[in-house]
């Protein structure tokens, strides 16, 4: 899943940055609203994290323009927002998730915590109620990086874990190449390689020799995880 962090704290933002993507994340950073109004235009990110106290901007502001549609148009609709603010006042709270935020984490916090709230914004997509995701005999488990098939440990790559966690959020649908790099990949990844097929092959050779194969590929549609009973 893709995150865009909007914080102008250069070494908080280091901080989670680091941790968001030692937990399988893509991250983007913007370091305030201009930015971060470009990021959002320019791809499509599963989640933001908010400052609300930014250098040219206020994030209550922001959150509000989004959900409005005056920025990132319709896709802000869709985007999961947690509020990360030292602004602690109840009536703060109350505003920032009636402006729109889904979620709202008081300075200073705990990174277990934040990873937590992320996780949960996330399920809503998913349909999940749980960090774990079961489709078949596949099973995710999101909070502590861990992915079997039956009683087998599947020893996974930080990304090979990304991409099987998006593809076991949707089960059974056509997930394009393109959609697979524009929501496990950040800002950095080249749209020109074969990092996506590469990645593929080699999570579809750990989930096991299935004929047909776990993940299949469409050809010019994508990928697909078919839903094989336990």
Known sequence: ?????????????????????????????????????????????????????????????????????????????????????????????????DQGADDYLVKPFAFPELLARVRALLRRDSGGGTAVLTVGALRLDTSRQEAFRGDRTLRLTPKEFAVLRYLMSRPGEVVSSEELLEHVWDENADPFTNTVRVTVGTLRRKLGDDDPPLIETLVRRGYRLREVPA
């Open 1 to 97: 899943m893709r995150v865009l962090l909007v914080e102008d704290e250069e070494d908080l933002v280091e901080a989670l940055r680091f941790g968001l993507v030692r937990a399988g994340y893509a991250v983007d950073v913007a370091l305030d609203v201009a930015t971060g109004t470009e990021k959002l235009y320019a791809a499509a990110y599963d989640l933001m994290i908010l400052d609300l106290n930014l250098p040219d901007g206020d994030g209550m502001e922001f959150c509000r323009s989004i959900r409005a549609g005056e920025v990132a148009g319709e896709t802000g609709a869709d985007l999961r927002v947690l509020m990360l603010t030292a602004r602690d006042r109840l009536a703060d709270r109350v505003q920032g998730l």
